[in-house]
């Protein structure tokens, strides 16, 4: 078996969660490529490192609070090489990052200083080889990451190392300039060396025992999904749920290959496991409920106007003018409605409204605000009867008014829209319906 592990932050805050990982790491030699995260949290006050790179770099302009913030970061570092009895000096990298700072290099190469160092530690602590992301992650002139030219130079460059740690996070441009995925990228280079190496399987371990039903504040105590299709999934961090970065699944979904979410403070528990496919039925109808809040629907009505050819994208051509990117267009006949994100759309509100108008001259065109969307996936739906009819059951039950419901084509979610206010009252409704009465 090869396997590709990835540690998050948690995993890797304090020389303590550090022997964990070595612990994990040596009672399996399948797992031979490492991918650490900056250290995290050691409790909930502290302060991720790769928040204190970002605040150190907004204040690098004063030498005095420049050397302050460094002489922070070094002391994070230094306290889990001594934890670890480690004879490695990280003085010259801090030297260089001091300098780089100074210079304004740039907060992209700032943030990834943190996954940088930690993977030096992590090499030096496992004896392994230690292979800069920024040699075999490529990103393009405008900032794309590249997955084939990626996967090329990380596939050349691990062919003959038996084991490496490669950090996550970051990769460069062509130029040398480093770039950083969005926060929590950790995983999605974990993903890309999944199938550079071509991995039997990718783990992700991290500080809970995989993904939940829902989400924890919302429902007490809810179940872990055992199995999960990538599909599901897909839906599931679209709509909210954390546990692995939104983009991991994409170089995974090439090859096929399985992602284990584990637990560092509990390697026993099984986890989660994502997967293409699978014959396994689920437990329940549904694998999982997320939901974000914080839409605004924009309402269009005019008489005929499902005979207007050329109706829809003339209205979203104007959100597409606007660089505004729409979640779903629910439609009746005469009229549209179309769903974006608020906080992209307020500032931009006035000009779609008169974009719309000069567009399509609608008979009418109101704005609701404060929305909340809800995804309730699950691939058991499709063999299942009445699902929809038990959502909506226990929304009534709940007293709660449904805006917009909306299923996909592939029957494997259904989003429903509520008001805000609602938006906790109806995950637990459908976390009950389905899950405590087991339907
Ligand atoms: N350290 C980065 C962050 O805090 C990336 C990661 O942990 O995956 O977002």
């Not at 005095?64 to 889990?80: N, P, S, T, V």
């Not at 550079?196 to 991290?206: F, R």
């Not at 050329?310 to 505004?324: A, P, T």
């Not at 419901?405 to 206010?421: A, H, R, T």
Request: overall charge negative; glycine content about 8%; aromatic content about 8%.
């Amino acid at each position: 078996m090869k396997k590709v592990v990835k540690f998050g932050g948690s995993s890797l805050a304090s020389a303590q969660q550090f022997r964990k990982v070595g612990e994990i790491i040596h009672s399996d030699n399948g797992r031979r490529y490492v991918v650490p995260s900056a250290p995290g949290k050691r409790s909930d006050k502290d302060t991720k490192v790769t928040d204190m790179l970002y605040q150190c770099y907004q204040t690098a302009a004063d030498p005095k609070a420049l050397d302050e913030g460094i002489a922070a970061i070094a002391a994070r570092f230094q306290e889990i090489i001594d934890g670890l009895s480690l004879q490695l000096s990280l003085e010259e990298d801090f030297e260089t990052i001091r300098e780089a700072f100074a210079a304004q290099c740039g907060s992209d190469y700032a943030a990834s200083r943190g996954e940088y160092l930690n993977g030096k530690i992590m090499a030096a602590y496992l004896d392994y080889e230690f292979v800069d992301a920024a040699e075999v992650i490529r990103f393009d002139e405008d900032g794309e990451f590249d997955s084939e030219k990626t996967n090329d130079l990380m596939h050349r460059r691990l062919e003959g190392l038996e084991t490496a740690v490669i950090p996550g996070f970051y990769g460069a441009m062509e130029d040398g300039s480093i770039k950083t995925f969005s926060r929590g990228g950790s995983d999605i280079t974990g993903s890309i060396v999944a199938r550079a190496v071509h991995a039997d399987l990718y783990e992700n371990w991290t500080d809970v025992s995989g993904f939940l039903v829902t989400d924890p504040h919302i429902v007490e105590n809810p179940e872990t999904i055992d199995t999960i299709t990538y599909r599901e999934l897909r839906e599931l961090s679209y709509m909210g749920a954390t546990v692995l970065h939104a983009d991991a699944i994409f170089p995974l979904r090439k090859e096929g290959i399985p992602i284990n979410i584990k637990n560092t403070n509990r390697p026993q528990d099984p986890g989660t496991l994502i997967v293409e496919s699978t014959c396994r039925q689920p437990k329940y109808t549904i694998t999982g409920i997320a939901g974000k809040k914080g839409f605004c629907a924009i309402n269009i009505e005019k008489d005929l106007m499902n005979s207007e050819i050329g109706f829809g994208r003339k209205v979203l051509q104007v959100f597409e003018e606007n660089g505004i990117s729409f979640e779903h267009v629910p439609s009746g006949i005469d009229t549209f409605t179309v769903l974006v994100h608020q906080s992209e759309f307020v500032e931009k509100e006035q000009n779609v409204i008169s974009g719309i108008h000069r567009a399509v001259s609608p008979d009418t065109l109101d704005l609701e605000s404060d929305l909340a969307l809800i995804a309730v996936v699950g691939r058991g739906m499709r063999a299942t009867r009445g699902t929809a009819a038990r959502i909506f059951a226990a929304l009534s039950h709940a007293n709660i008014n449904v805006k917009m419901i909306d299923q996909g084509s592939s029957e494997l979610n259904v989003i429903i829209g509520v008001k805000d206010e609602d938006f906790e009252r109806a995950v637990q409704a459908i976390y009950d319906i389905f899950v405590l009465t087991h339907l």
